[in-house]
């Protein structure tokens, strides 16, 4: 399962989220079902980022989303934001 994350957070806040990222993207990334983690950034609006993450099932990334782990980085994480974030949860149907 995919998961895709969109974030907009103010630009001044931006700097804090990144901190935030790299202090606890290898614990999230060895969390039980995380297959692929990958942060990405809009071309064209820098205070847009994405996560890109691949999960081993959608009950792996509903006991991260249940977890200390997930309460600690998004409490830092909530007041960042100038939009409500945005999620989708997919399928992969083919790879080319």
């Given at each position: 399962m995919i998961?895709?994350?969109?974030?907009?957070?103010?630009?001044?806040k931006v700097e804090e989220f990144l901190a935030n990222f790299e202090q606890n993207k290898q614990l999230i990334r060895n969390f039980d079902g995380v297959q692929h983690l990958a942060l990405l950034n809009d071309k064209n609006q820098p205070n847009i980022y994405f996560t890109?993450?691949?999960w081993e099932s959608e009950a792996h990334l509903e006991a991260y989303r249940h977890s200390d782990l997930f309460q600690s980085?998004?409490?830092?994480?909530?007041?960042?934001?100038s939009a409500k974030p945005e999620a989708w949860?997919?399928?992969?149907?083919?790879?080319l």
């Open positions: 998961r895709i994350v969109k974030m907009t957070f103010q630009p001044d890109y993450s691949i980085v998004w409490s830092k994480t909530k007041p960042l934001f949860s997919v399928d992969r149907i083919e790879n």
